[in-house]
């Protein structure tokens, strides 16, 4: 039986499940699990391992939609705590690893295949590369993942809970010239799939949408409060972008990944960020030269635990 390290990428709707090789993810182990069908993360692992045979588990990396702390992962829109002692006696390995979503993403930076990101705005490359970079997400929740790259064993992908900070003022006064801001508070509601559909509520005085319907109709041109909603969001996360350039100075390049990202960046809005994020004065002179892209694998959260599993 051969000896594998267990992957997997738990998000706050569903977690990928995969198996790895010397840092190589076999993309036909993957699988796929609706954790609102599970009690807990031990029972989706007992689920895999039941559907993969001839496997020895000796190590596992696991990245969570929530912060990590003593060993101890609390996903933030899932009632569901995980524990690297828990972790070790699902699987029976010797080794087992916690990290935060986002910096799993922050070490696929070194895995994906040229396929596996879109360009978005800026150059495709950076005028220089000093390995810099920022990874932000915008799915059930948000957050971003400041990265520093070296290569796989110096690589340094730090963990923070930017979603469940205080909105910036130009964020919520620029909210505030559309609709009734009182309900957004901190950034992630407003920038997550569940704050795209209370944006909408706000703007249209109509129930919820789902953010991918709000797409959707955007894009069939059948609702133009979608469209209004779509386009007001856009500008807001241009906005949080350039904020984030202060913050983190990422000037090798900047990120996003996530359902909510894939989905605006795949409508004919982009342009709107894109001229948020690059048309005012900024104090930076380079931030036009910085690449911003769109990370489009959905396999990349596992492929940067695949990356820090090659940690000794």
Known sequence: MEAHTLVADVG???SRIGLAQNGILDQTSVLYFVNARFHSFYEVI???LQQTSHAQITRCVIAIAGPVSAKIGTLTNLDWEISVDGLQRATHC???TL????T???YSLLALPSNGTQHIGGP???PRNDGQYLVIGLGTGFNVCPVIHGNASNTICLQVELGHTILPHNIKS???DVCDSSEFTTVEDIFSGKGLSNLYQAMSGSNTKDGALIVKDHLNQSDPSATNTLSIFAKLLGLLTREAVNQYLPTAGIYFAGSVSR???GSDVSNIFTKTVFEHHHFLEGLSQIPIGLITDDAAGLLGCCQRSLWN
């Open 12 to 14: 706050g709707t569903q």
């Open 46 to 48: 007992e689920q895999f």
């Open 94 to 96: 010797t080794e087992a």
């Open 99 to 102: 990290i935060n979503d986002l």
């Open 104 to 106: 799993a993403l922050g």
């Open 124 to 126: 495709k490359s950076p």
């Open 174 to 176: 620029t909210l505030s």
């Open 263 to 265: 989905g605006l960046f």
